[in-house]
């Protein structure tokens, strides 16, 4: 099994502040992807990285897949309220039938 | 916008006795897997399924679990005998390929 290591566990900041989680692997991955759940919810897609070095936005998130594909970083730039929930990286095992490993998660929390 | 849909959302039921958990995956995906949830823990996977059969399963998706495509629209997860260990967050999810999967909210199954 190829594990995934997301750091930190929680990251607490203030509103308009930055923020970067990292996601780790010894692997490597033939894509990962970025979640984010809800207490109580299931995981929604934020965005598939499948290129080593690849860098993707969605509005103020930047993703981006380390060039040996074995590692990812979600950046969010003048983070808001509503940013805040449990992030959650994927990676797909390479030779798999799309079995996703699942890092731990990040717990963001973002204070007005 | 189209997603996956889950039934029931929360299913309590004694140790021993068979639960079916359902699944409705988006209507063009081709890839159906189950994962669990276990509170507290990471998401794991279980199954995969494609073109009417089980093309990767991890080593918790033993003789007690099966999975069936009854109708071309339906996704079940039957767990036969179940034990209290069972007791997780069980998500659903599809795909059109195997680089994204994208979740269902989710059953609550609780073993007492």
């Known amino acids: 099994t190829q594990l995934l290591e997301q750091s930190p566990q929680f990251l607490s900041i203030q509103e308009g502040e930055n923020l970067t989680v990292y996601c780790n692997s010894s692997?490597?991955?033939?894509?990962l992807q970025w979640y984010r759940q809800e207490p109580g919810e299931g995981p929604v897609l934020l965005v598939t990285?499948?290129?080593?070095?690849e860098v993707k936005k969605l509005k103020r998130l930047t993703f981006q897949f380390g060039d040996a594909r074995k590692d990812s970083s979600l950046h969010i730039t003048a983070a808001q309220p509503g940013d805040t929930g449990l992030y959650l990286c994927a990676g797909l095992q390479t030779d798999s039938w799309g079995k996703l490993q699942f890092g731990a998660g990040t717990q963001v929390v973002v204070t007005p | 916008e189209p997603e996956v849909t889950q039934t029931p959302s929360h299913q309590v039921t004694q140790m021993g006795q068979e639960v079916i958990l359902r699944c409705v995956p988006i209507s063009n995906h081709l890839y159906f897997y189950w994962y669990r949830q276990i509170l507290g823990q990471k998401v794991e996977f279980l199954v995969s399924?494609?073109?009417?059969?089980?093309?990767?399963k991890s080593e918790i998706f033993d003789d007690q679990f099966s999975v069936e495509r009854p109708d071309g629209s339906n996704f079940t997860l039957k767990i036969r005998s179940t034990k209290l260990e069972d007791s997780a967050m069980y998500f659903c999810?599809?795909?059109?390929?195997?680089?994204?999967?994208?979740f269902g909210q989710g059953t609550r199954l609780t073993v007492v």
């Open positions: 399924f494609y073109n009417n059969e089980i093309s990767e």
């Open positions: 692997s490597v991955f033939s894509s």
């Open positions: 999810a599809s795909g059109s390929g195997t680089l994204e999967a994208f």
């Open positions: 990285v499948v290129t080593g070095g």
